[in-house]
């Protein structure tokens, strides 16, 4: 998981039996000493917590053993950061082809998308309707966000040489 933050998606997946690691910014000493704490308390101690700073090699990133899937829960909130995120996203994919990174995205501004980025990195982006995991309600676990029509989840990947 990138930009794990409180760790809550990938101590979900650790519980669930996926081999997970947890990873925020190198730059951010107390997000990942939060992640350790998450790991502790929920009796998942084997669970590696690693600082990636976006957009940035380094050695932690270039040692990742391969990965299937990329979570990134609520990544995309600074528009400085999405291409930095997509960097290091694209870098991951590339190193593991087959890789898919799960996202969600909240719609804040037309002059803020994603779009141009992924098409850039030649990154392809597979839409996941909220209603097909009944995540399309409004006020959905109490929260005042806007509704279905500004979060979105998608799945992105890379894009073949055809562009697909």
Known sequence: QIGAGVSLPGVVAAKCGAEV?????????????????????????????????????????????PVDVILGSDVFFD??????????????????????????????????SIEALLCKWKLKTIHVPLHSFSADKEHLAGSPLPGRHTIEMMIISLARSDGT
């Open 21 to 65: 690691i947890l990873s925020d910014s190198e730059e951010l000493p107390q997000c990942l000493r939060n992640c350790r704490r998450s790991c502790l308390m929920n009796d998942l101690p084997h669970v590696p917590v690693i600082g990636l700073t976006w957009g940035r090699v380094s050695p932690e990133l270039l040692s990742l053993a």
């Open 79 to 112: 528009p400085e950061d999405f291409e930095d995120i997509l960097t290091t996203v694209y870098f991951l994919l590339e190193k593991n082809p087959r890789a898919q990174f799960w996202t969600t995205y909240q719609v804040r501004s037309a002059d803020w």
